[in-house]
């Protein structure tokens, strides 16, 4: 099982104090290709899911992000038992602050979408039904597995956590 991690910049509504832009992105290669997807990637060896965070959104999009901004809010674990290659446990985080100029790269398209706007029919089908708490800041552990044909869901596994640690 392959250990990776999103990280998902947001814009606040300081008014009502909810998120109401999340920063997603439009795969050009690799795994996911044509999908939106959270910013993010594999963990290396010896690597945090913080330091990896911080990484990939760096080499995904050239924002900088810092470790302590980050908020953890999910471990997800992918399923495909018809594809084993392509399982995962990944390890999502919020983060309010970010520095430099987003920028589109090799591997993705950068697009700031409103929370109302989110194309959840252009992502796996698991997103519209974790990524919706996430964004409304609500930690969770989830767990899909997918059908034989790799895109359509055989079961969801969604609990509410506590806050949660994490190792810098």
Same mark, same amino acid.
């Given at each position: 099982?392959?250990?990776?991690?999103?990280? *998902?910049?947001?814009?606040?509504?300081? =008014?009502?104090?909810?998120?109401?832009?999340?920063? $997603?992105?439009?795969?050009?290669?690799? *795994? /996911?290709? /044509?999908?939106?997807?959270?910013?993010?990637?594999?963990?290396?060896?010896?690597?945090? &899911? #913080?330091?990896?965070?911080?990484?990939?959104?760096?080499?995904?999009?050239?924002?900088?992000?810092? @470790? @302590?901004? $980050?908020?953890?809010?999910?471990? #997800?674990?992918?399923?495909?038992? +018809?594809?084993?290659?392509? !399982?995962?446990?990944?390890?999502?985080? #919020?983060?309010?602050? %970010?520095?430099? !100029?987003?920028?589109?790269?090799?591997?993705?398209?950068?697009? %700031?979408?409103? @929370?109302?706007?989110?194309? +959840?029919?252009?992502?796996?089908?698991? =997103?519209?039904? %974790? $990524?919706?708490? @996430? $964004?409304?800041?609500?930690?969770?552990? &989830?767990? *899909?597995? +997918? !059908?034989?044909? !790799?895109?359509?869901?055989?079961?969801?596994?969604?609990?509410?956590? /506590?806050?949660?640690?994490?190792?810098?």
């Amino acid at each position: 099982m392959r250990h990776a991690t999103l990280c *998902f910049p947001i814009k606040v509504d300081t =008014a009502s104090d909810t998120v109401s832009e999340v920063l $997603l992105a439009e795969k050009k290669s690799g *795994f /996911g290709k /044509g999908k939106i997807v959270g910013i993010g990637g594999g963990i290396e060896s010896g690597e945090t &899911a #913080l330091r990896a965070a911080v990484r990939e959104t760096r080499e995904e999009c050239h924002l900088s992000v810092c @470790v @302590v901004d $980050l908020q953890p809010m999910a471990k #997800l674990i992918f399923d495909f038992p +018809y594809q084993p290659g392509w !399982n995962h446990l990944v390890e999502a985080f #919020l983060t309010e602050v %970010w520095t430099g !100029n987003l920028t589109e790269t090799a591997e993705v398209k950068p697009i %700031w979408l409103a @929370v109302s706007k989110i194309p +959840y029919h252009r992502m796996w089908a698991d =997103a519209k039904h %974790w $990524l919706p708490r @996430v $964004l409304g800041r609500q930690p969770i552990t &989830a767990s *899909f597995t +997918y !059908n034989s044909d !790799n895109q359509t869901l055989a079961s969801i596994d969604i609990e509410a956590v /506590g806050m949660r640690t994490c190792r810098i």
